[in-house]
């Protein structure tokens, strides 16, 4: 089986355009192979890094938007999400597992993009802008 072409989405900062794309990622990641509760968490992933780079990249400035690529290279899924914020530290989260973290309403998506995903990087993109890229292989049995 080949792998499906290139997914890229441009997206407003507005988290009601998510559902959307959502939706393309979950089609792409059953194309691409991978098993039903693999397609949920790797679905939820990209939701919850798309949010956060309009939320606390962005800042929910409609006139900044949000990049999306996801691509099927041999085994190996990758999906990109590229915002104009300022860029984070991973270890600057909170650890919502932590007690004076858990009724924070923040920190969460990282930790679910980071345990459901076999890589999870942050870095300086083009222009400045937040780069998040994460990687699952796909383990065919």
């Known amino acids: 089986m080949g792998s499906p072409p290139e997914l890229r989405r441009t997206l407003e900062s507005n988290p009601d355009t998510v559902d959307e794309v959502e939706e393309a990622v ?3 990641v059953a194309e691409a192979g991978f098993g039903d509760t693999e397609q949920y968490f ?3 992933a990209a ?36 915002d104009e914020g300022e860029g984070f530290q991973v270890a ?24 459901v995903m076999d890589e999870f990087s ?10 998040v890229r994460m990687a699952k292989r796909l383990r065919r049995e």
């Open 26 to 28: 979950l089609r792409y």
């Open 42 to 44: 790797i679905t939820l």
């Open 47 to 82: 939701r919850e890094v798309l949010i956060n780079a309009m939320k606390h990249g962005n800042c929910y400035d409609a006139s900044k938007q949000v990049s999306l690529r996801v691509a099927m290279d041999g085994e190996v899924l990758t999906i990109e999400v590229t």
């Open 92 to 115: 600057d989260i909170p650890d919502p597992h932590l007690t004076e973290n858990r009724n924070r309403p923040s920190g969460r998506g990282v930790m679910i993009a980071r345990t």
């Open 122 to 131: 942050v870095e300086k993109g083009p222009a400045g802008r937040s780069l």
